[in-house]
C-alpha cells in the first residue's frame, strides 16, 4: 500500500516487478501520475468515478471486493501471459543465430561449442551439460560445469538414458525421487533433458524444484534438432571424405590415363589433377586450368563442363593427339561422391577396353 508521490515514485522505481496497479479512493491528479508512471503496467481504478487519463480497467465499488479481485487477477493473467510470450519469442529470435551458426559448424568441437553457447546465452541456463555416445556409454563433451567432469554412464542408465532410449524429452521435477536417479548430485533438484537423434543428449540442470516446464524442453528441442543435423551431417562428410581418399588412391595407381575434374562454389569447372600415365599419353596435362581450356576436344569440354553434375557413368569415342600420335580413344567420365564441392569426376582414357 503506497500513497500519493511515495505510490508515484515507487511505481517509476520497481515498475518490472510489479504486476498490476490499483487506485482505490485516490484523486485524479494522483491517478493521472500513477499512469504516466505505469509504462505497460496495467492500471485498475477502484471506485465510482471516471479518471480523466485512459486506464485499464474501472470497476465500481458497488461490484464489492471480490469482484476487484477477480478483475485484476484476469489482469495479472493476461499481463504474464503476454510477457511470457514476449520472452518466447525473444528466446527465438536469439536462438535464431545460433541456429545459423549449427549449419555450417566444420567439426563436433565446434557443434558443442555452438550448442553450450546458445543454452546459456539464447536461453538463460547456466547448467549445461552435452552428453555424447561413445559406444555403450555417455561422456560430458560439452558442459558449464565449475570443475572437468571425469563421470561416464552406461547409455541405458539415469535420466540421460532414458531420454536417449525413449527419444523424448523429460522434464524432471524432483530429481532426489526420480527411478533412475543414477548419483546422488546435491546441486540438483531438477533436470530437463532432450535426445540429439542418435548422437547423445542435451541436458540441463538446476538446484531448484520444479524448475521447468514443457516450453523449456521446447527451447531445447529446437537446439538438439539442430545438432543432430550437423552432426549426421559431419558423419555424412566424413564418409564421402574416406570414398573420396580410396578412389584417389585408385586413381594414382592406374595404368590408363586418368583425370580429376571438379566444380566449387558456382566456379567454372578446373581440371584439377592428372596421373602419371596421362602425363606420359598427352604431355601437357593443363592442371589447374578451366576444362575448356584444358582440354582439345570438344567431346572432353562437354563430358567434363556441362555434363559434369550428372551422376551416371558417361562413355564417349574422341580423336586425339598423343605423344606417339593422332588415337582413336575411349574417354568415360566417372561421377565422384563430393563434399563441399558442387561437383566432381574421374575421366578414363582407353583404347580397346570397354567400360562396364
Known sequence: MKRGAVATEYLRELGPTIDCVVCVGMSSDQVEALVAAAGEVPVVVYGEEIPPVPVDEVVASDGGVETLVTRVAKRVERRRERDALAEANAKLSALNEYTRELTGCQSVREVSDTVVEAVTNALGHGRVVLAMRDGDVFYPYGHTLPSEPEVKIDVDDGVVGRTFETGESQIVDDYA??????????????????????????QVTTDRTAAFDRRDAEFLEIVASHA??????????????????????????????????????????????????????????????????????????????????????????IRRETTDGPADLTVGRVPVPTTGLDAAAFGLYVTDVEFP
Do not use: K
Open 228 to 317: 543432430a543435423e550437423a552432426l549426421s551431417r559431419l558423419e555424412r562428410e566424413a564418409d564421402l571424405r574416406v570414398e573420396r581418399d580410396r578412389l584417389h588412391a585408385f586413381f594414382d595407381g592406374l595404368r590408363a590415363p586418368a583425370v580429376y575434374v571438379e566444380s566449387a562454389d558456382g566456379e567454372t569447372p578446373v581440371l584439377r589433377e592428372v596421373n602419371s600415365a596421362y602425363r606420359r599419353a598427352f604431355g601437357d596435362d593443363g592442371v589447374g586450368r578451366p576444362v575448356e581450356e584444358a582440354f582439345p576436344t570438344a567431346v572432353e569440354r562437354e563430358l567434363f563442363d556441362e555434363r559434369l553434375d550428372e551422376e551416371t557413368v558417361v562413355r564417349r569415342r
Open 177 to 202: 525421487e526420480d527411478p533412475d536417479q543414477a548419483r546422488e548430485v546435491p546441486e540438483i533438484d531438477s533436470v530437463v533433458s532432450v535426445p540429439i537423434g542418435e548422437h547423445g543428449v542435451l
